[in-house]
């Protein structure tokens, strides 16, 4: 696993809500009138239903699709030790099924009219959604309705289901040497920050977990108040409103435990961690402590850290591909990355893989040396503007999929943000100065902040005594 690349908006894919404005709703008999908040330029609209549940419509009538998403404010990091893992686990078992749709019905109905559905979890989240036609979006709102309050959680399916998990684990992490450098560098850096522990889990903890864990977990985050509904496509906002409080609005809320803050406590010093691996190159992970836009006292400096990130790493002409492996040939590969729309402070990462004929110090030491650099010089305007110009690109390239649209708006929405943020982001990082990108280099990229991760090759695993 990589760090997250410079990529504007789209780099929410990994990645979500302040609220603008209070809404009421008012019966009149049968008739809801709703409060409806609207951004044309946007061409956004929003309500919340009376239990709480948010609905979020973005209008995009190009092509008779639609894309239905149902985001629940739960991930890996409202988790703990001892069911680390839990919110991806109740993910892969919300396929299993209700009594109305038993196991097997749901995915199979949804193919059957041609559409796509799948999930994702997060750390600050887990998003169920299905691709469809747009005359189609009254089942995805009967299926997601129904598994919102009546999920059977089986003791049969959850343990050939967990499984399947701890599988996913060992594909992706434990015989992948890069991602369990990822995964060892955010347990190190983070002691109490909620994002110490991966998204899958710790494999310990996923063979203890019980299927009670999972119910206690559902109870818990599956409600309409703890969720928002973002549908993007070929629809009128209205008739979305109408059709999701006929599905969801009789859903009942539910009080929301929050989670105990998990405030990291000051770093003294760099810390440092070495995995050995089968493996045949080295590999470096940097991580700085940064806040994220939802926890900085300044929030230009959320916008500073992003335009950080593409000017290291923004393409062939950023100054990490430029340097380090076309001029230097130091490296196979660098990266430089951040993710801005976390609910949580994060890290400003780098990463590096040497060329055979160079060690793993001298690129370390490479790293810094461009850090220094960007502490000490001003950043020209031509980066600035080679910066803002891919803001703008990945923008218009994040409008061609009305999937990518509403994960951007689930995500901001689910972080704390608020999907209003989109229309800010331009400009935000348009305001973005030299001076500034060089403020945060000097306050963030420093050795109290910072936490490296080194791959070590073997040939072998020694066996444990």
Request: hydrophobic share 40%; net charge negative; glycine share 6%.
């Amino acid at each position: 696993m990589k760090p997250i690349k410079f990529l504007p908006l789209v780099l929410l894919l990994l990645l979500g809500c302040s609220n603008f404005s209070s809404h009421t709703i008012a019966e009149k008999n049968d008739a809801v009138e709703m409060s409806i908040i609207s951004d044309q330029t946007l061409k956004t609209h929003e309500t919340t239903l009376a239990n709480g549940m948010k609905v979020i419509v973005k209008e995009d009538h190009r092509a008779p699709v639609v894309v239905s998403q149902v985001w629940y404010r739960v991930g890996s990091a409202q988790e703990h030790s001892g069911i680390t893992g839990v919110s991806h686990a109740l993910e892969h078992m919300m396929f299993k099924g209700t009594e109305k749709y038993p196991s097997g019905t749901f995915s199979s109905l949804v193919a059957e009219i041609g559409a796509r559905d799948n999930a994702f979890t997060g750390r600050d989240y887990t998003a169920y959604y299905q691709l469809m036609g747009k005359d189609n979006l009254e089942l995805s709102f009967e299926l997601e309705s129904d598994r919102m309050q009546n999920l059977i959680l089986s003791e049969e399916d959850f343990k050939s289901e967990i499984e399947v998990v701890k599988e996913e684990r060992r594909l992706r992490t434990d015989d992948n040497p890069n991602a369990r450098v990822f995964e060892q560098l955010f347990a190190t850096a983070f002691t109490n920050n909620p994002y110490h522990h991966p998204i899958i889990g710790w494999m310990n903890d996923l063979e203890n977990l019980q299927v009670s864990d999972l119910e206690e977990w559902y109870q818990r985050w599956y409600m309409p108040n703890n969720a928002s509904l973002v549908v993007v496509g070929d629809v009128e906002p209205k008739q979305v409103f109408t059709m999701a409080r006929q599905y969801f609005g009789d859903i009942k809320s539910r009080e929301i435990k929050a989670s105990k803050p998990r405030v990291e406590q000051p770093q003294t010093g760099t810390r440092r961690v070495t995995v050995k691996a089968i493996a045949k190159v080295p590999y470096i992970m940097l991580g700085y402590k940064v806040p994220s836009l939802a926890t900085a006292e300044n929030d230009w400096e959320a916008y500073a850290l992003s335009v950080l990130g593409g000017v290291l790493d923004g393409g062939r002409s950023a100054r990490l591909s430029k340097r380090l492996v076309r001029e230097k040939e130091l490296v196979s590969g660098a990266g430089a990355g951040y993710n801005l729309f976390a609910r949580y402070p994060t890290l400003f990462l780098f990463d590096a893989t040497p060329t055979e004929q160079h060690s793993i110090a001298e690129v370390e030491q490479a790293l810094y040396e461009e850090i220094k650099d960007i502490q000490q010089n001003l950043v020209s305007e031509e980066e600035l503007d080679r910066v803002k110009a891919q803001v703008i690109a990945s923008e218009v390239y994040q409008q061609d999929s009305v999937q990518r649209q509403a994960t951007v708006i689930g995500s901001l929405e689910t972080v704390g943000l608020g999907w209003k943020e989109m229309g800010e982001y331009r400009q935000r990082i348009n305001a973005i100065t030299a001076e500034q990108v060089r403020e945060v280099a000097q306050k963030y990229l420093i050795e109290d902040r910072l936490t490296v991760a080194l791959l070590q090759p073997i040939e072998h695993v020694a066996e444990n005594n």
